[in-house]
């Protein structure tokens, strides 16, 4: 079994790099520290410690990295800070931000400030309530993010939506997130794959990575413990550390690097651990991963 040890000059070479090591089966190691498998860096979406983030933000940036993470995905609890505060403060704790949730409500308004924090990937997180059930409620969706999508192009962004489990609900012979996928332009409205919430909803993520390669560009990770499948975001869930669950992060995490992923993002919804110990399981079964 060969290791991986130097980092390809293109991505075509890369590509080619990680689909060899991913299908042998290689430990894949990076000299760079934080981001240790080779072409993937992993961070954690500021929600998962919204709490504190609310009064002591520079602090949860410093936890975070002290958890052993390179990346926070920014979340709209930070936005009460200026762009530049916001930098500052990442900068200290020896972070960075490549995305950020931005609210579906005033979407075409944040394009600016998002720019401003110099993020590569513009991501609503969620449809408001009154759309979830009707297709034109994921009509009206598609046509905003075709909008924006363009408008972000404009600036050196990518919009990107990140899916839950209400967008796989039976409508009418079809679902939201079919819909959703036929009515946006791909070139224009990435995805972010929250591989939880997709087998929370009843579907196959491998299967969805695969038959949206052309669109995924970042993972959200949080492990899950057998139970009932749903479309009900109210019903209890089923959150646990990587690692503890049942999902097959090696070959999912394998299958998005070969697609050309670079960032995945650790979103334990609920612990009932302390969220830095929390944090710090997770991490260190991304250390341990065989890929």
């Known amino acids: 079994m060969n290791t991986v040890n130097s980092v390809p000059h293109s991505r075509r070479s890369f590509l080619k790099a990680s689909l ?30 919204r709490d504190q983030a609310k009064s002591d ?4 940036f410093k936890k975070i990295h002290d958890a052993g993470f390179a990346q926070v995905e920014l979340y709209p609890i930070a936005y009460t800070h200026p762009a530049a505060e916001i930098r500052r403060m990442m900068q200290d704790a020896g972070l960075a931000a490549v995305a950020g949730h931005f609210d579906y409500v005033g979407l075409e308004d944040k394009i600016d400030f998002a720019h401003q924090l110099g993020l590569k990937y513009y991501v609503c997180p969620m449809l408001p309530r009154d759309q979830w059930n009707s297709l034109d409620g994921f009509g009206k969706a598609a046509d905003l993010f075709n909008r924006v999508g363009k408008q972000a192009k404009s600036r050196g962004m990518e919009l990107v939506f990140h899916n839950h489990c209400y967008e796989f609900k039976p409508i009418g012979g079809t679902n939201g997130w079919a819909h959703l ?7 224009l409205v990435k995805l972010e ?33 057998p139970g009932a499948t749903g479309y009900d ?40 651990l302390a969220i830095p110990e929390s944090l710090k399981i997770s991490r260190e079964y991304l250390r341990k991963l065989n890929l």
Not at 26 to 43: E, N, P, Q, Y
Not at 57 to 60: F, I, M, Y
Not at 210 to 220: D, E, F, G, M, T
Not at 248 to 271: C, I, K, M, N, S
């Open 20 to 49: 060899t090591a991913a299908a042998a089966g290689c430990i894949l190691r990076s000299s760079r520290g934080l981001a240790d498998v080779k072409g993937m860096t992993f961070g954690v979406q500021l929600y998962m410690l």
């Open 233 to 272: 975001m109210d019903e209890p869930q089923h959150f646990v550390e990587l690692g503890r669950g049942k999902l097959d992060w090696p070959a999912l995490l394998a299958q998005a690097r070969a697609e050309g992923v670079e960032y995945a993002f650790v979103d334990q919804d609920e612990t009932k």
């Open 57 to 60: 933000l520079a602090g949860v």
């Open 193 to 225: 794959l929250d591989l939880y919430w997709l087998t929370q909803g009843g579907q196959d993520p491998m299967a969805i990575l695969k038959s949206q390669a052309n669109r995924v560009r970042l993972i959200h990770m949080k492990d899950r413990t």
């Open 181 to 187: 996928m036929k009515h946006t332009d791909p070139t």
